[in-house]
């Protein structure tokens, strides 16, 4: 059974920092590439940032390129976002996904196989 497991989740204020961390199980990690998504409230699903099984590429949202950064460590079979200079419309759940693929980054939901249950992060102003 695949699992992942958001933790890191919490209140900062404007221009603070955060990172969030997603564990996984079940599956062969570097088989996949992974992905942060988020949803703040009365908003869809919007894609956040991807990175492929090796952590030699990745993509970004445009409006976040510069403060957050995406990375793992396969050997802890656990992909990171560190989100620096924080908003307050930062605010939202923060799902980590993890795609089919190992060798592609890609910003569609649809794509991505497995998703965690979210971890809550809130900026104040």
């Known amino acids: 059974q695949v699992q992942l497991v958001e933790s890191g989740e919490g209140l900062v204020q404007a221009g603070g920092s955060l990172r969030l961390s997603c564990a996984a199980s079940g599956l062969t990690f570097n088989s996949h590439a992974m992905a942060w998504f988020r949803q703040a409230p009365g908003k869809e699903r919007e894609f956040v940032a991807a990175?492929?099984?090796?952590?030699?590429?990745?993509v970004y949202a445009d409006s976040l390129k510069g403060r957050f950064t995406i990375s793992r460590v396969n050997v802890e079979n656990t992909v990171y976002l560190q989100m620096n200079s924080l908003k307050p419309e930062d605010t939202a759940v923060y799902y980590c996904?993890?795609?089919?693929?190992?060798?592609?980054?890609?910003?569609?939901?649809?794509?991505?196989?497995?998703w965690g249950q979210g971890t809550q992060v809130t900026v104040s102003s």
């Open positions: 996904a993890a795609d089919r693929v190992a060798f592609r980054t890609v910003v569609a939901g649809l794509d991505y196989n497995f």
């Open positions: 990175i492929d099984w090796s952590g030699g590429g990745t």
